[in-house]
């Protein structure tokens, strides 16, 4: 018989992953909503109530009076539909849509699917997008200007007003891929929400920072018109029209993101903002200490240029850790990273590097 009973991934020596382990509110309510459907909102209203909440919530924290959306099946999803959004308003031109060399790769899937042309610019010497390069590769078939606030491997904020500008100074849109970044940054000075700037859509994620279980993925739009670009009949069910990728969805998702919330935002949240960037303040510190070049974390996030050989000597010893494209070291200072997680960490580096 098959041992169901293994260790799925104990979260002490995972350094790597932007899902952790969900707050117990969040869990207890994904294994209540487990058996529900909010894809049916006529036969599960429960869940389809929670939805609500769960956007409302969300507007909340970014910025978002009167917010509409969805809970999705995680950053992939809000930022493919963001793209066929733009894509839809584009309509009777051959659509591009610009986004820095930091966007994440769920980006490459939505252009591939919905056949638009993405157009790559680099980031500047802070990994941020550069704004010339922007402003050069947008021209008048631009249907979408993406901005990554917290990007996925350095955890860095694009300036998201000026970008808002440039898409608007060519009838474009503007997204924000907050997936990672929108339960840290209300705690930081940064421009990144509907309120700074001309966004019109939002991936902000509750099963990474939000301490949600997965699957619960969040889409934002500025204005509930926009859903009904996504919108398809359907025939059978009580309710009329999908505006979602996916048809049957996790109640769990949608519940436990409503409890993680409920029961965090704002304080909870914030006390894990200044507890996780302390944390990585921390690693970036004894890492500059040992002669390593390390990239400024500000947001909780570390990236090294540790060597290979060190890298997977720490591998072999069960740490979790991954890399950049360019091969540094990359740790994210998630909830369950521990200053005791990272203090062991380092006496493993101090053991095992190889210079
Ligand atoms: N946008 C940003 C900025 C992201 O960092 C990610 C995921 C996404 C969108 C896509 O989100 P979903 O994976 O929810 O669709 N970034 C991580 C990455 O690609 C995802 C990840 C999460 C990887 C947990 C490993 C892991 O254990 O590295």
Known sequence: MRDMQIEPQAFDRVLSSMCTDPHPAARDAA?????????DPGTYPAVAALEDDAIELLGDIAGLDDPAGYITSGGTEANIQAVRIARERADGRTPNVVMPDSGHFSFRKAADLLGVELRIVPTDDRHR??????????DEDTA???????????????????????????GAMCHVDAAWGGFVLPFTDYDWHFDHAAVDTMAIDPHKMGQAAVPAGGLLVRDAALLDELAVDTPYLESTSQATLTGTRSGAGVASAVAAMDELWPEG???QYVRSQNNAEWLADALEKRGYEVADPTLPLVAADVPRSTFDALRAEGWRISRTATDELRIVCMPHVTREMLASFVG???RLEVR
């Open 144 to 170: 979408l200007v993406i901005g990554v606030a917290g990007t996925t491997e350095y955890g860095r904020v694009d300036p998201i007003p000026e970008l808002g500008e440039i898409a608007r100074s060519v």
């Open 129 to 138: 997008a550069d704004l010339g390069a922007v402003r050069a590769s947008v």
């Open 348 to 350: 493993d580096l101090d």
């Open 31 to 39: 294994e209540r909503f487990l058996a529900t459907n909010p894809g």
């Open 269 to 271: 949240y914030r006390r």
